[in-house]
């Protein structure tokens, strides 16, 4: 794993965005491009990508062919893709924090690093497969917050036919695969690979308690503790799945492996941390 440092400042706004899956017909390049957009014209705006950012189907994958695979202009192989990419992140690279490798990636990179390269291209940090990075603020002693990245293996789903208990159930499932990591000071926690875009907020607000004196009884709520501590309960944290920006379905005429597995719609787009005064106070979903 990495461990990462980072000075931002004290109101800012984070984008974590993975899967963008580029080189299938499904990516949503323009989509993307909107985010980059945004990233660009905010000069507190910072990005960090969380891998699967190049599809890295190439002509000995089974899956290759001109149906599923954008091949116009050249774009043939795994570096063409990232060479598409790169062109796109440039104007944003100062912003960009970190890339992670996805299964993707790391399925080719024995022989070519993809994740690696686009660094080096983009002067950009590396984040490995799973990451902690330390964010803070030259004006404050000690750091403000600890994210824990990972781009994941794992896949989140529900069978409930209800719609809200279907939720309910993934947004557990999240938390569980991220918790059971056990990097307990970190008050953020994401992951990718599983297409949903999902944002499990603290609960600890939530939670009513009671306080005994000699003459009473009072009714509270539970209070947070630090976004700096060295333990930071699981009701105290975020955790996210990054969403993703690979349509599931292909144009008319052409198709892609998401779709011939049958997968649903999804929501494209990312998750935006907003920091204020050096405190994560929200994380939301952004649809682009």
Request: aromatic share 10%.
């Amino acid at each position: 794993m990495e461990l990462l440092d980072f000075n931002i400042p004290l109101d800012c706004k984070i984008f974590d965005a993975s899967d963008l899956h580029s080189g299938p017909h499904g990516y949503n390049r323009e989509a993307f491009n909107k985010l980059l957009d945004e990233v660009e014209n905010d000069n507190n705006a910072r990005l960090f990508l969380k891998g699967d950012l190049v599809d890295c189907i190439t002509p000995s994958d089974s899956r290759f062919s001109s149906h599923s695979v954008d091949i116009t202009n050249g774009h043939r192989n795994a570096q063409d893709h990232a060479d598409l990419l790169i062109a796109d992140l440039k104007r944003v690279a100062h912003k960009i924090l970190f890339l992670q490798w996805g299964n993707h990636e790391f399925k080719i990179a024995n022989t070519f690093d993809i994740t690696k390269y686009m660094c080096k291209e983009l002067d950009v940090k590396f984040g490995g497969y799973i990451a902690v990075a330390t964010f803070r603020n030259d004006s404050r002693r000690g750091h403000l917050f600890k994210i824990l990245a990972t781009h994941g293996r794992k896949s989140i789903s529900s069978l409930a036919k209800d719609p809200i208990q279907s939720e309910a159930n993934m947004k557990a499932s999240l938390k569980k695969h991220l918790d059971s990591m056990r990097f307990t000071d970190c008050i953020y926690q994401t992951m990718g690979h599983a297409h949903k875009l999902i944002v499990v907020e603290p609960t600890i607000n939530k939670e009513v308690m009671l306080t005994t004196t000699t003459k009473n009884i009072k009714q509270d709520y539970r209070s947070p503790v630090p976004q700096n501590s060295k333990y930071i309960p699981s009701e105290c944290r975020y955790f996210v799945c990054s969403g993703t920006f690979l349509k599931t379905f292909a144009p008319s005429g052409l198709t892609n492996y998401a779709e011939m597995a049958q997968y649903g719609p999804v929501e494209l787009g990312c998750a935006e941390i907003v920091v204020q005064d050096g405190a994560i106070v929200n994380v939301k979903k952004r649809l682009f």
